[in-house]
């Protein structure tokens, strides 16, 4: 199964599915994604997972992680970017609207 938090946190910064619980929050920056899952197949059997990601990153400095859009990248995943300052969290969120799905094909 496609582990794609893993797959995130080969940038170099902690990740996690929907939030980290509360209280358990690392040190900024880090990653949270959003994983929007739909199934599908033949034959009556759901073997295909198609992942629709947005990825947000919190920051305390507007600098990119390079690395991260590297992922995007060497995938030819399109993405739209945005960037905006959190007043209540005084932290920088860059928001990816991943465009490329991710496909999982099981047997």
Known sequence: MLDIKAWLEAAGEPAADTCFPPGDAPPLPYVVYL???ERDGADAQNLIWRHSLAVERYSDTPDDNTALEA???AGAIEYIKDKQWLDDEE???TTYDLQTDLIEKGS
Do not use: K, M, S, V
Request: with cysteine.
């Open 35 to 37: 994983d929007h899952i």
């Open 71 to 73: 992922l995007f990248d």
């Open 91 to 93: 932290c920088y969120l």
